[in-house]
């Protein structure tokens, strides 16, 4: 009998490299993620800086425009960070939708395994049957011819 053989292997390894790719588009969009909390996080130490900076110019009776320039900073950084947000929510859903396409993509691959599985088990038996076969035919024909 010849070597066992998965009909459907060329689909299988479409399916596996679909799947390695969905993997490394969510892993990208989770660098992506991090990197835009970590400029939110600089945004906010930069909002807490110039608060405190504010703060201090309020208590030493700083000059108006000193005042001025600085509440305009702070609310430059406080749209900044809330474009952030934005940024980062809308990140979250895109890994959420790649994260489902990964999933399909895993049992796609996974339902090629049970078949090449089911296969296999198919050969095996086929493969058991035909020594069988070959066994009784091995040991059935001597009897018969000497008689």
């Known amino acids: 009998m010849k070597k066992f053989k998965f009909t459907l292997d060329r689909i299988k390894q479409y399916r596996i490299q ?12 989770r660098a992506e993620l991090s990197e835009l909390e970590e400029q939110a ?29 600085a509440n305009r900073y702070l609310t430059y950084k406080k749209q900044l960070l809330e474009i952030k947000l934005g940024e980062i929510e809308e990140k979250n859903i895109q890994i959420e939708k790649k994260l489902q396409d990964v999933i399909e993509a895993t049992q796609e691959v996974k339902k090629m395994e049970k078949l090449e599985e089911h296969q296999l088990e198919e050969y095996k038996q ?8 070959f066994i009784e035919e091995f040991f059935g024909a001597k009897p018969n011819a000497e008689a």
């Open 18 to 29: 679909i799947e390695e790719m969905e993997k490394n588009d969510l892993s990208a969009l």
């Open 41 to 69: 996080e600089e945004i906010k130490d930069a909002i807490i800086a110039k608060s405190e900076e504010l703060r201090r110019l309020y208590r030493k009776g700083a000059f108006p425009n000193e005042i001025s320039v």
């Open 126 to 133: 086929a493969e058991l049957k035909e020594s069988e076969n």
